[in-house]
T-cell receptor, first 114, second 111 residues
Framework: ETGVTQSPTHLIKTRGQQVTLRCSSQ?????VSWYQQALGQGPQFIFQ???????GRGNFPPRFSGLQFPNYSSELNVNALELDDSALYLC?????????????FGPGTRLLVL | TQLLEQSPQFLSIQEGENLTVYCNSS?????LQWYRQEPGEGPVLLVT?????EVKKLKRLTFQFGDARKDSSLHITAAQPGDTGLYLC???????????FGAGTRLAVHP
């Protein structure tokens, strides 16, 4: 139990649609990172938010966007869904004020795009 | 591009056997982490190694960081069915601690 929750647990969308995934971080954690984990692969870094600002981005197109809110929640938005967007989406929260802070992962949202 | 390669991809063993999982890269990382992920859950951190040559033990699990901080290994002694899962290594990269994951080793330990 990491104290990080995600919703929904599963989601089915069709190609071209838009989706919003939600994450609730551990209380006090000022940083949230989002990862995409395709079947049989390790998680790939999408982006990170620190104190409500994007703090770094992986190799994902602009149709992947995010928001972080003051109440330790965050969103991942994906526009114009493609079949290859089918994956497990993980958020991870951490407190970036210490050396080697630990990222705590949520259970993920499994997205299927048809 | 920083990449981490894990081997083997799959491992199926009997309870009581020993095993070693490898994580290799051509890049240097500030630290390297090992996670275990079970179906329907997110990865859970097992250990972080920081110093080249460092060895850490967690009960029956032994983690080693290579001298050049480019590779790592995980050794499990007397594996148990509860060790079954996906083992991921992740290099910590960049000023904002981005994690670069390997593809994982899927371990199945049979009673």
């Amino acid at each position: 139990e990491t104290g990080v929750t995600q919703s929904p647990t599963h989601l089915i969308k069709t190609r071209g649609q838009q989706v919003t995934l939600r994450c609730s971080s551990q209380s006090g954690h000022n940083t949230v990172s989002w990862y995409q984990q395709a079947l049989g692969q390790g998680p790939q870094f999408i982006f990170q938010y620190y104190r409500e600002e994007e703090n770094g981005r992986g190799n994902f197109p602009p149709r992947f966007s995010g928001l972080q809110f003051p109440n330790y929640s965050s969103e991942l938005n994906v526009n114009a869904l493609e079949l290859d967007d089918s994956a497990l989406y993980l958020c991870a929260s951490s407190l970036v004020d210490r050396h080697q802070e630990t990222q705590y992962f949520g259970p993920g949202t499994r997205l299927l795009v048809l | 591009t920083q990449l981490l390669e894990q081997s083997p991809q799959f491992l199926s063993i009997q309870e009581g056997e020993n095993l070693t999982v490898y994580c290799n890269s051509s890049s240097v990382f500030s630290s390297l982490q090992w996670y275990r992920q079970e179906p329907g859950e997110g990865p859970v951190l097992l250990v972080t190694v920081v110093t080249g040559g460092e060895v850490k033990k967690l009960k029956r699990l032994t983690f080693q960081f290579g001298d050049a901080r480019k590779d790592s290994s995980l050794h499990i002694t007397a594996a148990q069915p509860g060790d079954t899962g996906l083992y991921l290594c992740a290099g910590v990269s960049g000023g904002y601690n981005k994690l670069i994951f390997g593809a994982g080793t899927r371990l199945a330990v049979h009673p």
